[in-house]
């Protein structure tokens, strides 16, 4: 049969969705084309074993994306997410003017929102995405200081010869060189002692440039504390908004008396050490956690300067306003490379940590624990190890076939080299691949747990993508969902329980390329059978490497993991999921780790 019209076969059958069916092959939709020259066929692959590890301390400096507050997962414990930034110039070697009078400083950073309708007061609603067990009343203290460690950009110990790495548990670096609170003691308790997050949007009223609130006019308002008598100057998206104190900025940046500390952003950056956000819990069961970015932060300081410098005859030249631009946060793609570290603090609930301490690689676990942050990851080992029946060039290597499937000889090829055979002898050709994961409801049924919108499989042996991955150019109205047929997207119920969830169902992830090219066997680059990792993601475009802190290693037999995937770091969720090691006779067999094969082979 011409391979043209076995790819045209493909086509044709490669919207089809396919039923479960046992180990044996079942023929499905033979007399489709041709009669029965052609049949589409599923096959189970039999040697699988998952199961699951800590990932311990994770590297978390310069995250595309930070997390910061506390999130309570009733089966994985609690998340404490506390972060540092340096502080750069926007502009080096600014112009302050003569006698400069702070006005006001603000640091605001916009959450990720969606607009979603106005009222009929004309305040526009927006649902905020990527906060972790938001609720209106999901409050924690939010403590804003100075930071004195210096962040350094290569490490001392390699010479400075390689990048600097810091560790989700290296907060204790700088809590012992933490400085002045920079909070001011404002009476709005949402942005210090009871800190929320909101998805109000945020007014700026009309003043004149002393604080005080102007009317339609520009009159000064009689009544000051009424916010309804206030004129909206302009509006911003829902995001953090933080008061800073006027007399450490008048006095650090203003006033520096260090002289060059402005010059440049190096000079400024070791005078200036930069910001911690640290997050402290009201109550045991009290929280919420967000995804930020903070290069997108505004940092300003607002004050009054002269053009001119005091003479004798103009002791004091009149002062007009300005703005001292400062920006925060690490942004690879921009000129923004202020050095940041995501402190993570997880504790585990009894029954997680147990989980993860019994774990079995050799036989493969029931259930796979998969969390973001310093939690944990699965590993995937298919078809075992290559016992090289089979040769690069799918030349049998030990034992000749004998034309029933079976063979002569000394060699026994395992179920890959059979695969391989087959491929090459009967002219299979793979059709579609896909990992399918089963979501434990009961691990996963309290209505506070927010499920991983997302999982990722990785090449765990070379450390990086794997083909299906890098060939999905597909995009998503939501760039977290872009590579859709890459998949490891939630699938969840129809109908919402009785506290408005859809529980998730299952996650099917595709690794047709990656099948195709280790069954082909013809191409050295693609052919080794890797072992395959598992981990919450909390965005499919950033396919990086976290290294795991050396002190605390994976190890699978004698072998060391060194790197999980750095989307796994940034994501505080976890799913569990069920496993390879379930017995037939178990009541969640059906539910079983799959990886399902779909062949199109000529019917002889």
Known sequence: MKYSI???????????????????????????????????????????????????????????????????????????????????????????????VIDSVYMYVPYYSTYKSV????????????????????????HVYENGYFLRDYDPADDFESAQKYYSNDKSLVDAYKGTELLNNSTNVAQNEEFIFSNKEIYIYKTDGSGQYLDTNGAVLANQTDPTLR?????????????????????????????????????????FRGILFEVEAISPDQGALAMVDFSSAEFKIIYKAAALAPTTEVPNPPRTRR???????????????????????????????????????????????????????????????????IDDNNNLVNGLPDGLG???????????????????????????????????????????QIEAERIYIFDATNHKPILDYYADNSSGSNFKKNKILFGGIIERETVADANGNKKGIKYKVRLTEYINQLIKNDNADYDDNVRLGVAVIEDINSPANAFINPANPITIGTTQVPFIPVSSVMSPLGTVLYGTNISAGDVNAAKKLKLEIYFTKPNQ
């Open 323 to 389: 703005i001292l631009s400062l920006q925060m946060g690490y942004k690879s793609t921009s000129n923004k490379k202020a050095n940041s570290i995501n402190f993570i603090e997880h504790t585990r609930n009894a029954l997680y940590n147990s989980a993860l301490s019994s774990s079995n690689e050799v036989n493969g676990d029931d259930r796979l624990y998969v969390k973001g942050g310093n939690g944990s990851v699965a590993f995937i080992d298919v078809f075992g190890a290559d016992d090289k029946i």
């Open 406 to 448: 079976g063979f002569i000889g000394n060699g026994v090829p395992d179920e890959l080299d059979e695969l391989r055979i087959n491929m090459k002898l009967k002219q299979w050709l793979v059709n579609e691949a896909n990992l399918v994961f089963y979501v434990d409801k009961v691990a996963m049924s309290d209505s506070k």
């Open 119 to 142: 009222t009929d007061a004309g305040e526009r609603i927006y649902e905020l995405d990527s906060v972790y067990g938001y609720s209106e009343t999901a409050k924690f203290k939010l």
């Open 231 to 271: 004129v909206i100057k302009e509006r911003k998206l829902p995001g953090m908004w933080l008061d800073l104190k006027n007399s450490f900025f008048q006095q650090k940046i203003l006033n520096a008396p260090t002289p060059g500390a402005l010059f440049n952003n190096n000079a400024f950056k070791e005078y």
């Open 6 to 100: 076995v790819k045209a076969v493909v086509i044709v059958f490669s919207f089809l969705s396919f039923v479960s069916c046992d180990k044996d092959f079942n023929s499905l939709g033979s007399d489709l084309i041709d009669g029965n020259h052609f049949v589409l066929e599923r096959y189970p692959v039999q040697n699988l074993t998952a199961y699951s590890k800590a990932t311990g301390p994770v590297q978390s400096n310069n995250l595309p994306i930070n997390a910061l507050g506390i999130y309570i997962d009733p089966y994985f414990g609690t998340t404490k997410a506390h972060f540092v930034s340096q502080v750069e110039l926007s502009t080096p070697n600014p112009t302050i003017g003569y006698q400069p």
